[in-house]
């Protein structure tokens, strides 16, 4: 029989589904799914601000990048 493979997003969603059960503790949770109680908590959090769109990763991209190349440079470059 071969393993069960899940994703990190079928993990999260079954870890939230569990935590609304109200069967388990936090810290019993976070043993089974291997993550930290912060984690947890993160996870808790974005669920009950934005549902499951709040679980899907963040784009890390930074906002500004600082050293960039001036338009008006970028444009006589091109």
């Known amino acids: ?3 069960k493979e899940t994703t990190a997003m079928e993990q999260k969603i079954e ?9 388990f503790a936090i ?3 976070c043993r089974a799914f291997g993550i930290s109680r912060t984690t ?3 996870y808790i ?8 769109e709040g679980l899907y990763e963040l784009n ?5 990048q ?5 338009e008006t ?3 006589r470059i091109v």
């Not at 870890?15 to 069967?23: D, K, L, M, P, Y």
């Not at 959090?45 to 499951?52: A, M, T, V, W």
């Not at 600082?66 to 001036?70: A, E, F, H, L, Q």
């Open 40 to 42: 947890a908590y993160k």
């Open 45 to 52: 959090n974005r669920f009950q601000e934005k549902g499951i």
């Open 66 to 70: 600082p050293n960039k190349t001036p």
């Open 73 to 75: 440079i970028e444009q």
């Open 1 to 3: 029989m071969p393993w």
């Open 15 to 23: 870890f939230i589904t569990e935590w609304r059960s109200g069967q």
């Open 27 to 29: 810290t019993e949770l």
């Open 60 to 64: 890390r991209a930074p906002h500004v």
